[in-house]
């Protein structure tokens, strides 16, 4: 079992965000799977595909953006011990 502490409210990831500069997100697919982007400015540092109705952690810096092709819910999480 995975304990997570939530450090804000979940949201549908639309656009480019930095999630309030949160470093570590957990993220809901959707009914399909979804391209998920993390960039740096301008610059892509990474992708992964998101497979549909699983529950991913996505690790990033705090100033760094992350978009999705089409709706996933995502939230701030806490690093765990």
Known sequence: M????????EVNLTGATTLSGAQLIRILGGSSDILITVKDGSNITGTMTIKSNTVEFIRKKST???EAASAVKAVSVAFGD
Do not use: D, F
């Open 2 to 9: 995975r304990i997570n502490k939530l450090l804000g409210s």
């Open 64 to 66: 760094e953006t992350i």
